[in-house]
């Protein structure tokens, strides 16, 4: 009776801990975007994309190898790891490159629109019902994200390739997370860590070959260090918080970022969203906090 007593105090310390980490995870990422935006003004978009892959991968692998070794290596799915490489390539590309001419809060909102495709596109792949409510909240994301990129109606100056862009990025990294959420099924978590960062590290590394450009401020290589190290923190945190708690539990708390990318936008670039751009971003975040208390009334439902 007493051990029994324990066990709902003990399950909600772990689902606390593990919503503490996510908030804790997406603060970095919302660091991360912020200090791109920064760092982009003033250094080559290839440059800052090696530097974010390249200080990213020697921080994981100081992490991992003490502990695993040359064990990380192992993999049954190779072709998998190095997609998954590929794949985040391009959307570090397309997300710096989308940060290069948009304010950092309403990146951050359509950039949150991911796992609302990643619903839509999980049915249609991997053969999940989905229901209509579903299928609405989908609808109100994608419309957020309209109002947020409204051509010749907002502060952002916008050319027609410029809105293509952010749209590119959620299509990317929806493909990135459903590849990631099949291979989670048979990789070990940090072999992938370790894969992805390494793979980004040495084909970004390529081109500046022709690319490379002296930088001498040691802020900016400062800067771009701590782009490194934010993404890698951010997503060993977002590992921690998925072992402790369930997606459901944790998605509403991850649009989060959304405000914590409108703070850093505020302190470093003195920008606030317009009326009309913050009422798309509220959509976005409301759909998707929907999206999660969903998936977890659903859940318990069939536990029931």
């Known amino acids: 009776?007493?051990?029994?007593?324990?066990?709902?105090?003990?399950?909600?310390?772990?689902?606390?801990?593990?919503?503490?980490?996510?908030?804790?995870?997406?603060?970095?990422?919302?660091?991360?975007?912020?200090?791109?935006?920064?760092?982009?003004?003033?250094?080559?978009?290839?440059?800052?994309?090696?530097?974010?892959?390249?200080?990213?991968?020697l921080f994981t692998s100081a992490l991992v190898l003490p502990k695993q070794g040359l064990s990380v290596l192992k993999t049954d799915r190779l072709g998998m790891q190095i997609t998954r490489g590929l794949l985040m390539i391009t959307v570090t590309m397309l997300a710096f490159s989308s940060l290069s001419v948009m304010p950092v809060g309403e990146f951050t909102a359509i950039a949150m629109t991911t796992p609302l495709l990643v619903t839509l596109l999980a049915a249609r792949l991997l053969g999940e019902h989905v229901s209509s409510s579903r299928i609405a909240l989908v609808l109100g994301g994608f419309l957020g994200t309209a109002i947020i990129v409204r051509p010749n109606g907002n502060a952002v100056s916008w050319n027609s390739w410029h809105m293509l862009l952010p749209l590119g990025l959620v299509i990317a990294n929806a493909a990135f997370q459903l590849l990631t959420s099949k291979m989670a099924r048979t990789e070990s978590t940090m072999t992938t860590q370790f894969y992805t960062s390494w793979v980004g590290a040495l084909l970004s590394s390529v081109p500046l070959i022709w690319f490379w450009t002296p930088i001498a401020d040691p802020y900016l290589w400062a800067g771009m260090l701590l782009m490194g190290v934010a993404g890698a923190v951010g997503h060993i945190l977002m590992i921690m918080s998925f072992a402790r708690s369930p997606a459901a539990t944790l998605m509403p708390f991850m649009y989060l970022q959304i405000g914590f990318a409108m703070l850093g936008g505020w302190i470093v670039f003195d920008h606030i969203p317009d009326h009309v751009s913050l009422i798309g971003m509220g959509l976005i975040a409301a759909c998707g906090t929907a999206g999660g208390l969903l998936t977890l009334i659903e859940t318990r439902l069939r536990r029931s």
Do not use: Y
């Open 1 to 57: 009776m007493p051990a029994r007593s324990h066990l709902p105090t003990s399950i909600n310390a772990r689902a606390l801990a593990g919503i503490a980490l996510v908030i804790a995870a997406v603060a970095c990422f919302a660091l991360l975007d912020t200090t791109t935006k920064r760092v982009t003004a003033e250094v080559p978009l290839l440059m800052a994309v090696w530097a974010r892959n390249f200080f990213q991968a």
